[in-house]
């Protein structure tokens, strides 16, 4: 849901997917999906692999970086963070 099921980054979750269903000892939610803290752990696992960046003529310009964070919006507000 969310992802164009014909993406590299479809292809790739799916995969991640499986793999994460093989791993023994795991569970598989009864509704079959992946939600909250889970879907993001999916994901991150997707994104934290080796990317390359390519211009639209094809062309590799490098490897791209990417750091998952999951944290509450607050904690993002630095300084400018009201305590309550």
């Not at 995969?15 to 994460?20: F, S």
């Not at 939610?29 to 639209?56: F, M, N």
Request: some cysteine; overall charge negative; charged content about 35%.
């Amino acid at each position: 849901e969310g992802i164009d099921e014909e993406s590299g980054l479809a292809i790739e979750v799916l995969k991640e997917w499986e793999d994460l269903c093989n791993t023994p000892g795991y569970v598989k939610p009864e509704s079959g999906k992946l939600q909250g803290e889970d879907a993001i752990y999916l994901l991150s696992k997707v994104l934290t692999d080796d990317l390359r960046e390519i211009d639209p003529k094809g062309k590799e310009l490098g490897k791209v970086y990417i750091r998952v964070v999951n944290c509450n919006y607050a904690d993002l507000q630095g300084d400018d963070r009201n305590e309550a």
